[in-house]
């Protein structure tokens, strides 16, 4: 119910540390760069708590989510809704400003609504979600969004929303690339100004709108489009291995990426 005070998840400073760490190094391992779209980064707005709307293609879309919150607002705290049921198998998350939802349920959609709400009444706080509730190819359009989120912004003033895309494409390496774009953020001045649907609405075109400047970039493979975030690996396949034996043999050092970066 509105107005009731509501106990948001305490976040553990040290324990999302020491886990962020772990997703840096996570990610390092298993892709060749994390880049994000160089032009987009001025659009980030922090004068306002935020309501982060990704689209949702990858299981490492919630550990992207957390490179990303750590890189660029440091300071704030992030919530982020989860499966009950998995938040019941992972507890230590709920440390880590994670909130438990039941997917598809009236108690689920109350429990985003209260938690959100409550969350984003406060200053450098951002709310993380995968906004269309299900996992879709980043190219599949239109962008749909579950009505969730328009409900949410319906009950909220002076929040912005800030469309994020991200795709995972393999270009010249043995590792996937992740490419993240931030779009232009919608300004929520007065939720109550436009219904849950005209605010689904704009969320999911503004969103689209990001995945088109994404995907341009991802298939022109433009690394003058992007920013290195997060440099990963190349790895040896079994076209470098020949050449990097005989270089070793003669002292010399191979040059593993097929692209111009050095690792």
Not at 175 to 193: Q, T
Not at 223 to 228: D, G, I, K, W, Y
Request: charged share 20%.
């Amino acid at each position: 119910m509105r107005g009731t005070r509501v106990e948001l998840p305490r976040i553990h400073k040290r324990l999302l540390t020491l886990f962020s760490g772990y997703v840096d190094w996570y990610l390092r391992r298993n892709f060749h760069c994390v880049r994000v779209a160089a032009s987009s980064y001025t659009q980030v707005a922090a004068d306002r708590p935020l309501v982060v709307c990704l689209n949702h293609p990858s299981w490492w879309d919630p550990l992207v989510a957390l490179e990303l919150a750590m890189a660029y607002f440091p300071t704030w705290d992030h919530y982020a809704p989860i499966d009950a049921a998995a938040l019941r198998q992972y507890r230590f998350f709920r440390k880590l400003g994670f909130f438990g939802v039941e997917p598809g349920t009236a108690s689920g959609a109350s429990t985003f609504l209260r938690i959100g709400e409550a969350a984003l009444a406060r200053p450098s706080t951002a709310l993380w979600v995968t906004a269309q509730g299900h996992f879709a190819d980043p190219r599949v359009r239109p962008t749909e969004l579950r009505p969730g989120t328009g409900h949410l912004l319906s009950r909220l003033r002076n929040v912005n929303v800030l469309p994020v895309a991200i795709e995972y494409p393999f270009w010249e390496e043995r590792f996937a690339e992740v490419l993240v774009r931030f779009g232009e953020p919608v300004a929520v001045d007065d939720g109550a100004s436009k219904t849950p649907d005209e605010w689904s609405a704009l969320v999911a075109s503004r969103l689209e709108a990001t995945q088109n400047r994404l995907a341009e970039s991802a298939v022109a493979r433009d690394r003058n489009a992007f920013q290195v975030l997060t440099m990963g690996r190349v790895g040896i396949g079994v076209y470098d291995l020949w050449r990097t034996v005989v270089a070793a043999l003669r002292g010399h050092r191979v040059h593993r990426a097929h692209g111009p970066e050095r690792l």
